[in-house]
């Protein structure tokens, strides 16, 4: 699939890291470091703009690698970019760790899957279909 792509970043085009990968790392593009204090969410460029086909989006996800090590993860995880949407890529960074971590211009922040999506259309009914396990919640069945 192609995708039309502005980088107005300093770094490369995002890649997939191996023939297997789902997503591709997304750069900071910052002028100078940031830092994110324990707790403490920012807002950061990455210089990317995209135009997504319709019936696809891209979901921003945190790093597995930044979460475990640093405790640095994607606030609203995973953040959706909508075909229509033409802005900057910014990716929200929250630091839910005990120490103060330092962004760098080009460290790799976050994951973009492009995946395909649909529409719902509502059906309005009186009452819903019989299941086995009907309305059990959180935890019903009692397994680990």
């Known amino acids: 699939m192609k995708i039309k792509v502005v980088n107005k970043s300093k770094h490369s085009l995002p890649q997939y890291a191996t023939a297997l990968s789902a997503g591709m790392d997304i750069r900071a593009n910052i002028d100078s470091p940031i830092v994110l204090k324990p707790l403490e969410r920012k807002l950061i460029p990455t210089g990317l703009f995209i135009e997504l086909p319709d019936g696809y989006e891209a979901q921003i996800r945190p790093r597995s690698g930044l979460a475990i090590k640093k405790g640095i993860t994607v606030l609203n995880s995973p953040g959706t ?48 279909g019989d299941t086995e396990r009907g309305a059990g919640g959180f935890g019903h069945t009692g397994k680990h």
């Not at 395909?116 to 819903?128: I, K, M, P, S, T």
């Open 81 to 128: 970019i909508d075909a229509d949407y033409r802005g900057e890529i910014c990716v929200i960074l929250v630091n839910i760790s005990a120490d103060v971590f330092e962004i760098q211009d080009g460290e790799r922040i976050c994951q973009m899957v492009i995946a395909r999506h649909e529409q719902a259309d509502w059906a309005e009914v009186e009452e819903l």
